[in-house]
């Protein structure tokens, strides 16, 4: 098993381009989310999805919109970006939100906005 | 709102030396609360977790009780290796609000041999 894996790892943007971040997970995970992660801020939500087809806002949803399409991929966009997205994203899945479950993460993507 | 505050680093130790890496929380209910470690230039893996109170979490030498009373959840560990150098999240899930966990800025920590 892959686990969780991300598309791409690496990307810099100019200010007002947009990009999609691209997350896949094969074990048949129902709850998928995003992070990003700031020096000195720890992790922060921006989105969730519960299952195929829904989505929900976190902490932090703006300038951000999310897909789940299929339950295996759950994709992050940014329709213009801004300086102030330069940050590193993680995807995570987990069976469920029971409080015993644990999240998976995958290696992250290093967005940097020009 | 939940929230996790633990130590900020950098936390230096020499190889073999007691590590604690102090965290408290506030939080709704009755969470779970979690130790992640960050590997340089990797995602996140799970290192323990503890359920309801008095559990004790442990994992590779690690270990960290589920302290109700004073809402924390130390992380200690009794002789560190240089392989332990990496970045430590406390978190918490309590399902009272967004479907995610919350977490502390992270510990950086470095073994020097």
């Known amino acids: ?53 829904t989505t929900a806002k976190g902490e932090v949803p703006d300038g951000y919109n ?17 300086p102030s997205q330069t940050s590193v994203y993680f995807c995570a899945s987990s069976y469920s939100t029971s409080g015993s479950d644990t999240q998976y993460f995958g290696p992250g993507t290093r967005l940097t906005v020009l | 709102g939940d ?3 633990q130590m900020e680093g950098p936390v ?21 609360l979690f130790w992640y470690v960050q590997y340089p230039g990797e995602g996140l893996q799970l290192l323990l977790k503890a359920t309801k109170a008095d559990d004790k979490g442990s994992n590779k030498g690690f270990e960290a009780t589920y302290r109700k ?12 290796q240089v392989s332990d150098s990496a970045v430590y999240f406390c978190a918490l899930y309590s399902g009272g609000g ?8 992270g510990t950086h920590l470095i073994i020097q041999p």
């Open chain 1, 1 to 53: 098993n892959a686990g969780v894996t991300q598309t791409p790892k690496f990307r810099v943007l100019k200010t007002g381009q947009s990009m999609t971040l691209l997350c896949a997970q094969d074990m048949n995970h129902e709850y998928m989310y995003w992070y990003r992660q700031d020096p000195g801020m720890g992790l922060r939500l921006i989105h969730y999805s519960v299952g195929e087809g």
């Open chain 1, 66 to 82: 999310v897909s789940r399409l299929k339950k295996q991929n759950f994709l992050l966009g940014l329709e213009s970006a801004a």
């Open chain 2, 3 to 5: 929230s996790v505050t």
């Open chain 2, 12 to 32: 230096t130790l020499s190889e073999e030396a007691f590590l604690t890496i102090n965290c408290t929380y506030t939080a709704t209910g009755y969470p779970s």
């Open chain 2, 69 to 80: 009373e004073t809402t924390s959840f130390h992380l200690e560990k009794g002789s560190v």
């Open chain 2, 98 to 105: 967004a479907d995610g966990l919350t977490f502390g800025k």
